[in-house]
């Protein structure tokens, strides 16, 4: 605790990151002791603690250490360590962040999460919000209504959008454009697995990925904006989960495209398939 109190004087009321000098980072990683580090943040963050204020402690995109191993399981232990900050110590708040939604299944089962965490979607916004917000940038009535139509109410698409218009290009060439891209990658994508093939690891087993049942998959967005999680075979679920095409919503066991335009892109590359 001696060598934080010169890191912690220097600090701003608001600190954004951990501080870790050099030679303790080394130190404390280059044998992977895992424990060590965890010991480590925990004494940053009681030197931050002070008047029952806990500090918030952000992890963005974990699932890039979801398969690593050291000893067992890194998310494992990593989650027990949350678990220990939050609801034994109550010393911090912490909140975890993933685009991959087959990501919170697995942080379920294997860091037994269950009543120890809350699920929050930050989903989409709704026709009502899209509708506000597209008016604070000074869009018409019929460039709002082809927005939504188009890319929904999905924020990094409507940043897109409202982009195009600041340059004073043509809106519907714009979302014209997207449509197109996006329908585009999709068919490539599929076409890559006629193909050549492809494959996902799933608990370790190495899955082969089959065009026909991606096709069968998809198909069942012709008439439906979303489906159930288990009406599509689990290999195909997570293929296309993992490619950013689909979205899974663990706590309603219901699937559908990751936003209005992949919806669209589906039904035009289905139409073909």
């Keep these: 605790k001696e060598f934080l109190k010169p890191i912690v004087r220097v600090l701003p009321e608001s600190y954004y990151g951990i501080p870790i000098p050099k030679d303790i980072f080394l130190n404390l990683f280059k044998e992977k002791e895992i424990e060590d580090a965890f010991v480590y943040i925990e004494t940053v963050l009681r030197a931050f603690y002070k008047n029952g204020y806990a500090p918030v402690l952000v992890i963005d995109e974990l699932q890039v250490i979801g398969d690593i191993k050291i000893d067992d399981l890194l998310i494992y232990k990593l989650f027990n360590f949350f678990v220990r900050l939050t609801k034994e110590l109550h010393l911090a708040h912490v909140f975890v962040i993933t685009s991959d939604s087959?990501?919170?299944?697995?942080?379920?089962?294997?860091?037994?999460?269950?009543?120890?965490?809350?699920?929050?979607?930050?989903?989409?916004?709704?026709?009502?919000?899209?509708?506000?917000?597209?008016?604070?940038?000074?869009?018409?009535?019929?460039?709002?209504?082809?927005?939504?139509?188009?890319?929904?109410?999905?924020?990094?698409?409507?940043?897109?959008?409202?982009?195009?218009?600041?340059?004073?290009?043509?809106?519907?060439?714009?979302?014209?454009?997207?449509?197109?891209?996006?329908?585009?990658?999709?068919?490539?994508?599929?076409?890559?697995?006629?193909?050549?093939?492809?494959?996902?690891?799933?608990?370790?087993?190495?899955?082969?990925?089959?065009?026909?049942?991606?096709?069968?998959?998809?198909?069942?967005?012709?008439?439906?904006d979303e489906v159930g999680m288990n009406e599509v075979d689990e290999v195909s679920k997570r293929y296309l989960v993992k490619e950013n095409i689909l979205f899974v919503d663990p706590l309603t066991n219901m699937m559908k495209p990751q936003s209005r335009l992949n919806l669209i892109a589906i039904r035009e590359v289905m139409k073909n398939a």
């Design 102 to 224: 087959l990501f919170i299944e697995k942080v379920y089962s294997e860091a037994m999460l269950q009543e120890r965490c809350d699920y929050l979607l930050v989903d989409d916004f709704d026709y009502e919000r899209t509708m506000d917000f597209l008016d604070s940038y000074g869009f018409k009535e019929h460039e709002k209504e082809i927005t939504w139509n188009y890319i929904g109410g999905k924020p990094v698409s409507l940043v897109k959008v409202i982009n195009a218009k600041r340059s004073e290009k043509n809106i519907e060439d714009v979302i014209g454009s997207m449509r197109i891209h996006r329908t585009g990658e999709i068919e490539t994508r599929l076409k890559l697995v006629k193909e050549l093939g492809d494959e996902i690891t799933i608990g370790g087993r190495h899955c082969d990925v089959h065009y026909e049942k991606l096709v069968e998959a998809l198909k069942t967005f012709l008439s439906r």
